[in-house]
């Protein structure tokens, strides 16, 4: 199927783009802001008959706090959440994995929800978002799911979506004052480059002891899937986290890293760096 | 040397989508605004914005080179930010707003950005330049008083491989001394 051979349905509002979803999702791509889309097009690593242009689908694109929960739309893109005052002050974990994807072109164009769906180990949004413990709604004609991130991704590139249904948001937890939080990334240049490893962590409701009652720490680049990294968050929570043992609570999280050795990195060294950058994070979501 | 000639010719073959001629070719209407003038064109609706401006609209400011989001030589400005055109269905365009480095000269003269580049001598090959140009521009229109930080975050997204970027940097901080008279 050469590139000319391929319709492009162009919906007018989420109604529109569900009942095509529910007609017949045969040969049918949807792409939001088309950044990975496009390229796998190109090398014709996809071959659709028609694709679902959903960028006109207006009402996916913002950013909004309703109680205690900030939610962003999936067509919400990278320059969008890294300029919204609610991401900064209560996401800034996943601002800062924004601010370092692609360059400016592609935040001015990439969305969140492209990047959840395109379900790459090396999705730069994810990790921020396991940390978060976001939500992902999906719609269909049928209704809304809500689906726990860590239940959207089933293994590699495998996602939990139904091919009547799109992504319609993500929501989760706003950070508050007695939270704490990072990202960090290491790749090949500052910028246009695939993570080598990246890690995010949060950490909430700091008591009076100073332990934390809840902490979260993901991996990404080093396994199908992002990792959560439990025997380190359990070294998190037990008692008071202090400076001088940040170092081994960062190695534990080596344990949970399954990577592989691709061009961008051995295992063994991106096995090191998870815990180099791990402790990076946490010295600067503490101390920061 | 005719080896090598004939297999860059045989590669621009590939990659030009006109050569895609086929009982099944599917065209669509796109209407646009491209460097201030209403377009509306006929083409195939998965085509990239950038092939839709080099190949059917002849605006060839906008170069391809990696077609992957990962150059900036095919950057223009879509509704007040700048993209890359590669990474754009033209679909997506439909009643946008597309400015190229063609549309930044008004009247026959250039804009400051381009005056600059010319005078410190911030060019080589050139190929790069447009889409360089048309991110400091970007940059311009948003921050006059850019420090070279910003400059170089701005033009984080364009790679030059024969200047090494410090006259490029230099233009810009130029440029935007003249863009604020």
Sequence with gaps: MMRSEIDVLTPRNLDEALGILNENQTGLRIVAGGSDIIVQLRDGVIKPQRLLNILSVKELRFVRKQDDRIHIGALATYNDITSSPLTRDHAWPLVEASKQIGAIQLQNTATLGGNLGNASPAGDSLPPLYALDAVVVTRS???????????????YRKTALKPNELIAEVHFKALGANDRGAYKKLGLRLTNAISIVDVATVLRGRNGEGAFDEARVALGAVAPTIRRARVCERALTRRPVTRDVLGDVAALAMEDAVPIDDIRGSAR???DVVASLLYEALEEALYG | MVNTLLIVLDFRLEKVP??????????????FRLNGEQVTVKCPPAYTLLEVLREELHVTGPKEDCAKGECGACTVIKDGAPVCSCLVLVSQAEGSEIMTSEGLVKDGRLNPVQ?????QGAVQCGHCIPGMIVSASALLMRNQHPTVDEIRTALSGNLCRCTGYSKIITA??????????
């Design chain 1, 141 to 155: 004609k049928a209704g809304a799911r809500d689906i726990p991130i860590e239940e959207f991704y089933l293994s």
């Design chain 1, 269 to 271: 060294y991106r096995k």
């Design chain 2, 18 to 31: 006109s050569s895609e001629k086929t009982a099944l070719r599917i065209e669509k209407t796109v209407n």
């Design chain 2, 115 to 119: 005056e600059a580049f010319i005078e």
């Design chain 2, 172 to 181: 810009v901080q130029e440029a935007a001394k003249n863009w604020r008279q």
